[in-house]
Each structure stands twice: as C-alpha cells, then as structure tokens.
C-alpha cells in the first residue's frame, strides 16, 4: 500500500497541538457541561388549589430537567402532609436521588426545612442554623458540596430567610449573609446561593449579596403573588463572578402547584 506524500502545513500542525493539549489539560477557561438551576418553594406541596400533591411538584421539576435544585418549604413526616417523607419522595420522583433536608423546626409531629436536590453526587453536607435574635421563625441553610463527573466541585447553599421587617430581622439576615460568605471564603469552591430570601430586589438584604455575588438575573423575574407575580423574592447567586457564564434566566409558567413561581438559571461552570 503506498502512503500518502502530502506534507503537513507547519501552522495546522502547531495549531492541532495546542488543541490537542487544551483539551488534555481542560483549558484555562473550559467550560462543564451547562447546569440547570432551579429554585422552588414548594409550600409543603399543597397547591392554590388546596390539594397536597407531590407529584406535581415533581412534575414541575422533572419537567425543567433541573440538574440541582434548592427547595423551601419542605415537610418530613408532618401531619398536614399526610405524613409523607417530601425529601425521599421529591428526590425519587425527580431521579435526583441525591439529596440533603435540613431541619429548621419540628412541625406537627415531623419536621420542616430546606432540602437540595441533586443529579450528581453530593461529596458533603452541613446543616447551618442562621441567627434569630428577631424569636421568628428559626431558618437555616443547606450547605451541599455538589461532585459532577467532570469538572471541578462546587457548593450549592440553598435558603428560606425570614421575611421579617424589623431592624432585628435585617440583622439576622445579614448575619445570614455572613455566615454564608464566611463558608465560600473558607472552602474556597464556586458557589451558588439559591432560595426564598423574602426581600426584593433593592431592599438592604439583597443589595449585600450583590456586593460579593452575582445575581443571575439581569432582567425582571418576577416570581410572587403566583397568579400575577409583581415581585422576586426568589433568587439565584453565584460566586465568584469570574467563574460562572450564565446562559438564560427564566420563572417557570406555573401558577397552581405551589404559592410560588420557581426561577431556573442554566449556566456554565468555568475551569480557573
């Protein structure tokens, strides 16, 4: 078999090779398969209409292919929700079988909080309760190290903060907010901070997120009242700014299942 004589040109060549080695290497900037990002409260699954239906809630999520999601509003074993386990049962209808619930208060019998879903293994979790020198509702925070196959690890921290107008209940969320910047400065991983914050967007709160986070959304998303939402007061953050590409912001068309619209951001992860 005679071989061919073409002779290679010196630049494709020196071109494949740089190629060749960004890809072996990942790239100064190569970007992870892109992310889905859903916030959800999801009212202990009891919709406007008054029925307590997991499976919509499942549905909503299912249907927005969510890769992580951060949920409020989730009820264990509470008699108001038939007694069901909501983290097992959203994370088995979903097939995000990984997943953490985070007790904030005990409820009629079982327990009440915040919960992560995840497609991909979840490497660690925390459970932080936030400060609550306001005596309201206690809140918390689910810290979650969140493993793709591929690419680096990152942090989701998912949250209900209290809705309280009061100087103390503007100290205990920015005391969240610290808490929360004191962890990402101490693991040192890309973050997303994602919930109910029960603020819009100019109040106090959410302008000291900005201050070290980007908020994913540029334009309005506007996710409450759910018939005719007219405010947010769901959000998604990511930090640091330098590592994420967000590709689309959207609040779901859904106004039945739960009291709340739930926000999805896709969005990339980019090597350091």
């Known amino acids: 078999m005679k071989l061919s004589s073409r002779k290679i040109c010196p630049l494709a060549f020196a071109i494949g090779l740089v190629v060749l080695i960004g890809v072996a290497n990942g790239g100064e900037h190569a970007a992870l398969p892109r992310l889905r990002v859903l916030s959800y409260n999801i009212h202990h699954a009891e919709g406007v209409d008054g029925k307590l239906d997991v499976e919509r809630i499942a549905g909503v999520i299912r249907g927005c292919e969510a890769d992580v999601v951060a949920v409020q509003e989730v009820d264990k074993g509470a ?25 904030t208060i005990d409820l009629q019998g079982g327990e009440y909080g915040n919960l992560v879903l995840s497609r991909y293994p979840i490497a660690s979790s925390r459970v932080h309760m936030l400060p609550n020198s306001a005596g309201a509702e206690q809140r918390g925070v689910v810290e979650a190290e969140i493993a793709p196959p591929q690419g680096q690890p990152f942090r989701l921290f998912a949250t209900h903060l209290d809705f309280g107008r009061k100087e103390a209940s503007e100290a205990d969320r920015q005391g969240a907010i610290r808490l929360v910047n004191e962890r990402v400065d101490a693991t040192r991983q890309p973050a997303i901070f994602a919930g109910d914050f029960n603020c819009v967007p100019d ?19 506007f996710t409450t009242p759910v018939g005719r939402p007219t405010r947010q007061i769901d959000f998604i953050f990511l930090r640091p700014e330098s590592q994420w590409k967000v590709i689309e912001v959207k609040v779901l068309d859904e106004a039945v299942a739960s009291d709340h619209r739930p926000i999805l951001a896709t969005v990339e992860l980019l090597q350091k």
């Open 203 to 221: 109040s106090a709160t959410i302008r000291t997120i900005r201050e070290t986070w980007l908020q994913s959304n540029s334009a309005e998303a």
């Open 79 to 103: 008699r108001r929700s038939q007694q069901l386990d909501e983290p097992a049962e959203l994370a088995r209808l979903t097939k995000l079988e990984h997943f953490v619930f985070g007790r």
